[in-house]
Every structure is written in structure tokens, then in C-alpha cells.
């Protein structure tokens, strides 16, 4: 009786597996070189049918247009596609701009804008600031639920706001936004030399001392507050709450 020899018998089995994978390489490989020649055959023959702008809000459909003129039934590889993006940038409230073309033939100009993160209200002039310090005019019919901020000049436009109160302003209402309760609670908020940060509830205008830093503890000890004191003692008779002051919180009454 004669043995097998199991390295022959393993041999076997690889060419097998080799074999049986030819069919499978030859056809990832035809239909890779079909994808290639539909590609270049689409860049040499597809042409802008339409431009199209997505993502904006604040920003306009004509203004977009004009910052712009593209015109149909060009090729895509003749348009100078970072001049398109720069130019819509341009636009105040376009922080950034993307370009695809699909294969449809429609050129999408994708739009991310920039959010308001409070109305800055300067005498009678208000305008919006978003978390670059970018001053952004108010645009009818476009308003956003944001709290008043005082403390800061609205002009002039061109100019970003960069000072140091500014910056701790900004973390601020970020973290603000962050919470909740915080955020339904406060209405307006101001920057002052001595206090740091002031804002004032929705609810009879008291008056919230926060200081210039640590925001994140200060405004959970202020939902703590609220929901332990506010929520069952009542807000009425409540004049100032200062919440500078670690493992303590100072309240004015009337």
C-alpha cells in the first residue's frame, strides 16, 4: 500500500485555489480598465448643464451668483476651480466653499456658513458676531435665536474682534451653548472690566455675575442653583447671583 504524500497533496490544493482565482483577477482587472476608459471618455465629453449652490441660509441665491459667473457648456477641466471657491469665500457669511462636478453635468458649489453665536448690540446698531469675531450684518428674515451681547463696538464690519474680553466672551457663550439649562435661562450677556462676565435670566432680569474664567463649573453651579433653589424657592425676590466664588454662591435679595 503506498502513502500519500502530503506536500504533494498541498501543492495540489494551492494550485487549485490558484486556478479558481484566475477568473476572478482577470475580471476585477477588465472591469477596472473599463472604469479608466469611462473616466476619460467623461472628462473629454461632459460639459457644465447647471450650476447649483447648497448649504446656505444667510447667503442668497443671487449673491452667490454673482460672486460667480460660470458659464454652461463648458468643459469642467477648463474652469480654474480654486479662483470659484476664493471668490464665494469673498462673500462675509461663507466661511467655506467646496466644488464637485457630477456626472450629471451639474457643477454643486457646497456652502458651509458662518453661525452667529450672539446679536451684539452697540447703542442703536446691532449686528451679529460669530466665533471668529467676525462682525455679520442682520439679513431680514434671517434671524437666529441668539442671546444679546453688550460690551463691544459693532463697527466697523471690516475689523474682527480678537481682544482678550472678546475671546473670553466667545468661550463663554460657547460653553453656554453647550448647557442647556444655561442656554434657556439667560437672555442677555455682558462684558465688563471689573466683573467679567454679567448676564441676565429670562425670567425678571436678574442679574448673573460669572466672572472671567472657569465658565464650565460656574454655569453647572448656576443649573444646580436653578434647579435647586430657582425651581423651588421662586425667582421673584432675587436681585444678583454672584457664582465667582468656588464651593459658595452669593445671592442679592430683595
Do not use: C
Request: net charge neutral; no cysteine.
Amino acid at each position: 500500500m503506498s502513502e500519500k504524500n502530503p506536500h504533494n497533496e498541498n501543492r495540489s490544493k494551492a494550485s487549485v485555489k490558484s486556478f479558481n482565482a484566475i477568473p476572478w483577477v482577470a475580471g476585477a482587472v477588465l472591469i477596472l480598465g473599463l472604469a479608466i476608459i469611462g473616466g476619460i471618455y467623461w472628462d473629454r465629453n461632459m460639459t457644465v448643464k447647471d450650476v447649483q449652490f447648497e448649504g446656505h441660509y444667510f447667503v442668497t441665491q443671487e449673491e452667490l451668483q454673482k460672486s460667480v459667473d460660470i458659464p454652461t457648456g463648458v468643459k469642467p477641466d477648463s474652469l480654474d476651480f480654486i479662483s470659484i471657491i476664493e471668490k464665494v469665500e469673498r462673500i462675509p457669511y461663507v466661511k467655506q466653499a467646496d466644488v464637485q462636478v457630477e456626472p450629471s453635468g451639474n457643477l454643486v458649489i457646497e456652502i458651509t456658513e458662518r453661525q452667529p453665536i450672539a446679536l451684539l448690540a452697540d447703542g442703536n446698531d446691532k449686528i451679529y458676531v460669530d466665533r471668529d469675531g467676525l462682525r455679520l450684518k442682520l439679513i431680514l428674515g434671517k434671524a437666529v435665536d441668539v442671546p444679546i451681547l453688550y460690551g463691544f463696538k459693532a463697527g466697523p464690519m471690516k475689523d474682527t474682534l480678537k481682544s482678550k474680553a472678546f475671546l473670553s466672551t466667545r468661550d463663554f457663550l460657547l460653553e453656554m451653548e453647550r448647557q442647556n439649562v444655561s442656554n434657556a435661562t439667560i437672555s442677555e450677556v455682558a462684558w465688563t472690566r471689573d466683573e467679567g462676565i454679567v448676564a441676565l435670566t429670562h425670567e425678571n432680569g436678574v442679574k448673573l455675575v460669572f466672572g472671567k474664567n472657569d465658565f464650565k463649573t460656574r454655569l453647572r453651579n448656576w443649573e444646580a442653583f436653578y434647579g435647586e433653589v430657582i425651581k423651588t424657592k421662586g425667582i421673584a425676590g432675587m436681585r444678583a447671583i454672584d457664582l465667582r466664588f468656588r464651593g459658595q454662591i452669593i445671592t442679592q435679595e430683595s
